[in-house]
């Protein structure tokens, strides 16, 4: 099983800032995505549905190595 890794600004500002938003969320749509892309910079963007946020689609940012949590947001334009 992968370790799931999150970086300090994730920890001291996103959760923060987002208290909706939890690790387990975050570690559940990378594990289980609706989909993923790669960003210009080499990070990684996960969209999934949270059934919590009643089905509301949050984003993930990784860094390259697609296990270190870097930002996390709700995201009302995804699209498939």
């Known amino acids: 099983m992968i ?3 999150f970086t300090l600004y994730f920890e001291n500002e996103v959760l923060r800032k987002r208290p909706y938003l ?3 969320m ?3 749509i990378i594990g289980n995505p609706l989909k ?3 960003q210009e910079d080499d990070r990684f963007r996960f969209w999934g549905k949270v059934r919590e946020l009643e089905d509301r689609i949050v984003r993930v940012v990784t860094l390259e190595d697609k296990i270190t949590i870097h930002n996390a947001f709700l ?3 995804f699209k498939l």
């Open 22 to 24: 939890t690790k387990d």
């Open 75 to 77: 995201d009302g334009r």
């Open 26 to 28: 975050c570690v559940r």
């Open 3 to 5: 370790q799931i890794k």
């Open 36 to 38: 993923v892309e790669r």
